[in-house]
């Protein structure tokens, strides 16, 4: 088995601020994620990255950047935090295969901007 | 592109009673797997069932579901939920796109199960 580790688990940040938010995986899967969870909107794609330096945007890409230095590590980056914004980012991780794949999650971080 | 409607946000149920969960999707591309996430309060979704054959019942603790590819469906069900069935669920699909291999699940926007003694 693995584990997806998110840190921080609370993030608070203020109006126009950037933030960044980490994701390790032990799994040694080739693909991560990013997805946005917010109440009444499901999970929605943000970035995702199938090898070290690579990057693809999903649907909700704008206003973030993501990084994948190694293997094993995913960080994304709020650019600027919009007022009174609040969502759930969860990380996920898979292998990568032409068949179906599973996705694993981490527990999330949970952003609220003042 | 894909989409995955799920038609109730919030299903309550009396423990012991029968839970059905509503599943239907569209997509433009090779489809090749259909999910069930569950996500308890503070954790992290996890699969509950996969499925990528045609009419075939897949079961995993208590719950079932069948891909009918004719109704673009994938429902979930469970004879007798239980008060730890609470919980959010998720449908979603995986497919293929331009270079063979998956992109990520899009899921649906999901539906709150609560359970009542």
């Known amino acids: 088995g693995g584990i997806i580790t998110q840190t921080p688990k609370f993030l608070i940040g203020q109006e126009g601020q950037k933030l960044t938010l980490k994701c390790q995986q032990n799994?040694?899967?080739?693909?991560m994620y990013w997805y946005r969870q917010d109440s009444g909107k499901g999970l929605r794609l943000i970035y995702y990255s199938i090898t070290e330096n690579d990057l693809q945007k999903g649907d909700l890409s704008e206003g973030y950047d993501a990084s994948r230095e190694k293997k094993s590590s995913f960080s994304l980056t709020v650019t600027s935090a919009q007022k009174n914004e609040m969502a759930v980012f969860l990380c996920?991780?898979?292998?990568?295969?032409?068949?179906?794949?599973?996705?694993?999650f981490g527990s999330g971080t949970r952003l609220t901007v003042l | 592109g894909d989409s995955v409607t799920q038609t109730e946000g919030l299903v309550t149920v009396t423990e012991g009673l029968p839970v059905k969960l509503n599943c239907t999707y569209q997509t433009t591309y090779l489809t090749i797997a259909f999910f069930w996430y569950v996500q308890y309060l503070n954790e992290a979704p996890q699969v509950l069932l996969k499925s990528s054959t045609d009419n075939k019942r897949t079961e995993h603790q208590g719950f079932h579901a069948t891909l009918h590819k004719s109704s673009s469906s994938f429902h979930l069900q469970k004879s007798s939920a239980q008060l730890s069935d609470s919980a959010l669920y998720y449908c979603a699909l995986s497919d293929h796109k331009e270079d063979n291999y998956a992109q990520g699940l899009t899921f649906g926007l999901g539906t709150r199960v609560s359970v009542f003694p």
């Open positions: 799994f040694n899967h080739d693909t």
């Open positions: 996920a991780s898979s292998i990568r295969t032409a068949s179906a794949e599973t996705l694993y």
